[in-house]
């Protein structure tokens, strides 16, 4: 078990430690290090570990460490960044940096429009920030909604 580094167009890996650069890169777990690419994935219920970058990154599965893409994908769980244009995770333990972010939310979120669907903690800083959930935190930003169990409305600070 060493490290391995794959250039291509296409590279494919069922369990990989080290560095993908190509087109597209696709990995299953243990991956962990880095994957450089237009496009670079997991298959669905896979983790990773480690840097992607690239155009758009899908990860199917938990992710721990840094994506930083125009797209970033996680269906699963983020522990770490996500910094691009769109970041969406089923749910953040971090940071989401970009124009737009979305993810059930214990952590931070920077950017233009951020969204928090589920679970609300940590801090929102953009002109639009929304929270369909109670939410446990600040909101910084031209506007600021958060609907609380009951679905009561509260728009910048003042229930409604």
Wanted: hydrophobic share 45%; proline share 1%.
């Amino acid at each position: 078990m060493g490290l391995e580094l794959m250039l291509g167009v296409r590279n494919k890996k069922e369990s990989h430690y080290g560095v993908q650069v190509g087109f597209m890169n696709e990995s299953c777990y243990p991956h962990h290090v880095l994957q450089m690419g237009l496009y670079n994935r997991t298959p669905a219920g896979e983790e990773y570990r480690g840097l992607q970058t690239g155009l758009f990154n899908i990860l199917n599965g938990d992710a721990a460490g840094v994506q930083v893409g125009a797209v970033n994908l996680v269906d699963g769980v983020v522990y770490g960044l996500q910094a691009g244009a769109v970041n969406l995770a089923n749910f953040v333990g971090g940071f989401q940096a970009g124009v737009l972010n979305a993810a059930s939310l214990a952590g931070v979120q920077l950017g233009v429009a951020n969204g928090a669907f589920g679970i609300g903690a940590g801090v929102q800083v953009g002109l639009l920030n929304f929270v369909d959930a109670e939410f446990n935190g600040v909101q910084a930003g031209v506007i600021n909604v958060a609907l609380d169990a009951g679905y009561n409305r509260c728009f910048n600070g003042v229930k409604v």
